[in-house]
Structures are given as C-alpha cells and as structure tokens.
Nanobody, 126 residues
Framework: QVQLVESGGGLVQPGGSLRLSCAATGFTSDQYTVGWFRQAPGKEREGVSCINFGGTITYYTDSVKDRATISRDNAKIAVNLEIVDVNPEDTAVYYC???????????????????WGQGTQVTVSS
C-alpha cells in the first residue's frame, strides 16, 4: 500500500525559506514521479513542482520557478521541496502526490494522480 507522508511547513517569515519533505513508501520500484501541489484559501489547487524517478527531470510552476528546488533521495524514499524568499502568496496547504509514471512536466499535474499525502500547512507571515 502506497503512503505519502509530508513533513515540514509551519510558520515562515516573509523572505525566509520553507522546506518540505515527502516520504513515499509502498512503491514496488523507484520508477514513479513525485510532485507537490498547494491550495490557498479560496483558490484552486495548483501544481508547484515535480521530479521524475531518476531525479533528472524537474518542473516548476512559474510562480516559484526562480525560488524553488525539488530533489529526491531514492535511498531514503524522500522528495524534498525548498522555496526561498517566500511571500504571503506562498501561504497554502501543500500536498505531496505521486504516480507510477516516468515523466515529469506541467502536463503531469493534469493527470489523475492516484496517491496523495494528507497535506501540511505553510503560513508566510511576520
């Protein structure tokens, strides 16, 4: 049974950094794409970033492209997302998602992704 568990988040000051981690267990191989979504109050869910199974292909939505880094450690089954220079618009519940799929791109966010974490709240405020 696949499980995704997010950690990190909380209260972050404007201009600071947020670091999230997703532990993915239950996959029978490491050939799956992992990504992060977020949903701010009153807004639709937004795809933020994804990474392919080998860590060789990454994608970032425009709003975080110059501020975010996604990485994965298959030995530790972890996918990490760091966003620097955060602002209040980064406030949202962040969700980890995964699929047995080889490609990571903007199109991946529109797929019927089967596995989701429970979400972690990130609040950017002074």
């Amino acid at each position: 049974q696949v499980q995704l568990v997010e950690s990190g988040g909380g209260l972050v000051q404007p201009g600071g950094s947020l670091r999230l981690s997703c532990a993915a267990t239950g996959f029978t191989s490491d050939q799956y794409t992992v990504g992060w979504f977020r949903q701010a109050p009153g807004k639709e869910r937004e795809g933020v970033s994804c990474i392919n199974f080998g860590g060789t292909i990454t994608y970032y939505t425009d709003s975080v492209k110059d501020r975010a880094t996604i990485s994965r450690d298959n030995a530790k089954i972890a996918v990490n997302l760091e966003i620097v220079d955060v602002n209040p618009e980064d406030t949202a519940v962040y969700y980890c998602a995964a699929e047995d799929y080889l490609q990571c791109s903007g199109v991946w966010f529109t797929r019927n992704i089967p596995y989701w974490g429970q979400g972690t709240q990130v609040t950017v405020s002074s």
